[in-house]
Every structure is written in structure tokens, then in C-alpha cells.
């Protein structure tokens, strides 16, 4: 079926056609999520997060491609999530230990190999404005344009922040790899 009918019928208030969607984006809204530094172990509330806003405003998406409207959710539910956890942390450290601790062991099963390990942590080590769009470019292949749609900056900007993105992921991996070596 395609995706537009979907789309369509669900706005309509077609359960079915919903948890389609859902079904179709769902591996890419969380893939999306945990490359913006979303940690596995919240995976799932994050994901949530996004369908419940999709749900509710679907019916205002007239947009030409969902997957971008799609990604501007993702993100924008990320920052919530985040801002929201920042302000519970704050509440305790002995909560933070637990977590980091769930995180570790949950990574350890998403992370299967050292080398997407050491990727993984070198692109989070990325400040937002550059890990962004390495992630949107390179593990999703979205085009400049719908980069910059998404984090709704310019054309000019995206370019510069990829250019700047991949020089700090370079010499990131680099040192990591001299830290190894070493």
C-alpha cells in the first residue's frame, strides 16, 4: 500500500492504517533517536513519545516527504525527553548511578562491535549542531536540503556544519586512536 493512502486513511482515524505507520517508521524513528544520544535503555519511551505526537497531529501533516516531518518530531521529542530527565537527575545522583549502569549493559547489546563502539561515542562526543547533521547524512541520507528542513537552518549553514562535523569526528577518532595505540 502506499505510503500516502496511509497517511491519508489515518488522518481519517483509520487505527489500522496508523499502526502501519507506525510499523513502517518505527526502526527509523528509534534508529534516528539513539544516533542523537538518545540511550537504548529510553529507546522505547522516546519512540513512544513520537507516535503519541504523530497521533496527535497528524492531521495537520501537508507536507511532500513524512519521513522529514517524521525526523523534526524524532528530534524535537529527543530535546523533551532530555530536558525533562535533566531536571528528574537533578533530583539525585544515586538515580543517575542506576541509570548509567542500566545504559552500560544495555549498550553493550546494541554495540556489538569495538569499532561501532568507538564511532558511536565519537559522534556523541559531537555537540548537537554538529552530530545532527552527520547523523541525518550519513546514516539516514537526507539530502542538504532536508537537513536543513529538519533542523530548519539554512542550505549555507548545513554545509558548514558537516564540513566542521567531519574535521571534529576525524581528529576525534584519531585521538581515540592514538589513546588505543598509546
Known sequence: MVEADLIARAQ??????YIDLIRIHQQTVE???FQCGVHSNDLADVSQEVFVKLYRFLHQFKQDRFTTWLYKIT?????????????????????????????LSAEDDVLLFEEDRTLHNAIQSLD?????????????????EEIAEVLNISLSTVKVRLLR????LKAALMQEGSVENG
Open 128 to 144: 548537537e549542531k554538529y552530530r545532527y547533521p552527520i547523523v541525518l547524512y550519513y546514516f539516514h541520507e537526507l539530502k542538504y
Open 31 to 33: 534508529r534516528f533517536a
Open 165 to 168: 562535523a567531519k574535521e571534529k
Open 75 to 103: 528530534l524535537n521529542a529527543t530535546r523533551d525527553y532530555y530536558r525533562k530527565e535533566q531536571r528528574e537527575l537533578a533530583k539525585g545522583d544515586k538515580l543517575n548511578a542506576h541509570r548509567q549502569t542500566i545504559f
Open 12 to 17: 481519517q482515524g483509520d487505527k489500522d492504517a
